[in-house]
C-alpha cells in the first residue's frame, strides 16, 4: 500500500478518477501522490537550492551555459514550459535533433524500447550527447494499469536496462502509456527509481498530420510551468516545432526539459507530475 499523502503539496488522484473507481480511490488502494512543478520548486528541501541553482531569468541579458536557453535557467523566476516527445526514436529523431540544436533548445524524450531504442541506438546516443533528457514511456507501450504488476514492471524495467546499456545512463523519468497510472504503478515507479511525468499540452498530433494545426494547438493551450506533448514519430510534429518554438520564444518562454522545470527539487521516485 503507498504511504499515506500529505496535507501540502500533494494531493489524492481521487479526484481525477472517474466515478467508477473513486470508491478504491478513497478506501486508498488507488491512491497515489501528485504535485505540479511549481509545488515541487517551492517545496524543495533547503539542501538543494543552492547558490549554482540561482541564474538569471530568461530574456536578452541571460546568459546561458553553453550557449543553450534553458542550462543555468531558474524557473523560480523564468517563464518556463517543458518540451517532451513521447513514444520515439523514428526516422524523424534526427531532423528533429537538428532543430533542437539549430534553436539552442534542450527537451525530454519519453522513449519506446520495442522498434524503437532496440532499432535505433545511435539516436538514442545522439539524444544523449546532445544533453536532451533520457526517460521512459515503456518497453512496448502497454497500459500499466491494465496488466499485472509483474508484467509492468518488466515494461518499465526492461527500457531502463536497454537505454542504460547504449548510453550508460538509466532514465529517472517515466511517461505511462495514455497517462495512465495507480497506486500499484506508482509503487513499481518508486522501486524502480522513477518519477512519474504527464503533460498540460496536447497537440493530438496521433490526429492529424497537419503542421499548422499542431503548432496551433500548442500555442492555444501552452501557460507557464506546462508541459508539452508531442510525437517525434508522426510525420506532421517535426515540421511544427520550428513555428512553435519561434513563438514561444517570442511569448517570453524559457524551454527546458521536464528536470530542468523541476529544479532545484528532483524527481521524486514514484511521485506524478502533472501541471
Known amino acids: 500500500?503507498?504511504?499515506?499523502?500529505?496535507?501540502?503539496?500533494r494531493t489524492s488522484i481521487a479526484g481525477l478518477l472517474t466515478a467508477a473507481s473513486l470508491a478504491l480511490a478513497l478506501s486508498g488502494c488507488a491512491t497515489y501522490d501528485v504535485t505540479a512543478p511549481a509545488d515541487a520548486r517551492a517545496e524543495a528541501p533547503a539542501a538543494e537550492v543552492t547558490?549554482?541553482?540561482?541564474?538569471?531569468?530568461?530574456?536578452?541579458?541571460a546568459k546561458a551555459p553553453r550557449g543553450t536557453a534553458g542550462d543555468g535557467v531558474d524557473c523560480r523566476k523564468a517563464k518556463c514550459v517543458a518540451l517532451t516527445f513521447d513514444a520515439g526514436p523514428s526516422e524523424n529523431t534526427d531532423r528533429l535533433l537538428d532543430i533542437l540544436k539549430k534553436e539552442k533548445v534542450r527537451a525530454s524524450f519519453f522513449m519506446l524500447g520495442k522498434n524503437h531504442v532496440e532499432k535505433r541506438p545511435a539516436e538514442v546516443k545522439r539524444i544523449d550527447a546532445e544533453g536532451h533528457e533520457l526517460?521512459?514511456?515503456?518497453?512496448?507501450?502497454?497500459?500499466?494499469?491494465?496488466?499485472?504488476?509483474?508484467?509492468?514492471?518488466?515494461?518499465?524495467?526492461?527500457?531502463?536496462?536497454?537505454?542504460?546499456?547504449?548510453?550508460?545512463k538509466a532514465p529517472r523519468l517515466m511517461r505511462p502509456p495514455q497517462g495512465r497510472t495507480d497506486g500499484s504503478v506508482s509503487e513499481i515507479s518508486k522501486?524502480?527509481?522513477l518519477a512519474q511525468v504527464l503533460w498540460s499540452v496536447t497537440a493530438k498530433d496521433y490526429?492529424?498530420?497537419?503542421?499548422a494545426?499542431?503548432?496551433?494547438?500548442?500555442?492555444?493551450?501552452?501557460?507557464?510551468?506546462?508541459?508539452?506533448?508531442?510525437?517525434?514519430?508522426?510525420?506532421?510534429?517535426?515540421?511544427?516545432v520550428p513555428g512553435i518554438l519561434k513563438e514561444l520564444k517570442k511569448r517570453g518562454y524559457t524551454v527546458v526539459t521536464v528536470s530542468q522545470l523541476?529544479?532545484?527539487?528532483?524527481?521524486?521516485?514514484?511521485?506524478?507530475?502533472?501541471?
Open 213 to 240: 494545426l499542431i503548432t496551433k494547438r500548442v500555442l492555444e493551450q501552452t501557460e507557464r510551468d506546462g508541459i508539452i506533448l508531442l510525437h517525434d514519430i508522426y510525420r506532421g510534429t517535426v515540421p511544427a
Open 191 to 193: 522501486d524502480l527509481g
Open 135 to 168: 526517460a521512459n514511456h515503456t518497453w512496448s507501450h502497454q497500459i500499466l494499469t491494465e496488466i499485472s504488476p509483474d508484467a509492468a514492471k518488466r515494461e518499465m524495467s526492461r527500457l531502463q536496462e536497454a537505454v542504460r546499456k547504449i548510453t550508460g
Open 262 to 275: 523541476l529544479s532545484p527539487a528532483k524527481p521524486e521516485p514514484g511521485m506524478v507530475y502533472r501541471p
Open 207 to 211: 490526429q492529424t498530420y497537419d503542421s
Open 1 to 9: 500500500m503507498p504511504k499515506p499523502i500529505s496535507a501540502g503539496r
Open 51 to 61: 547558490k549554482k541553482d540561482a541564474a538569471p531569468a530568461a530574456g536578452k541579458d
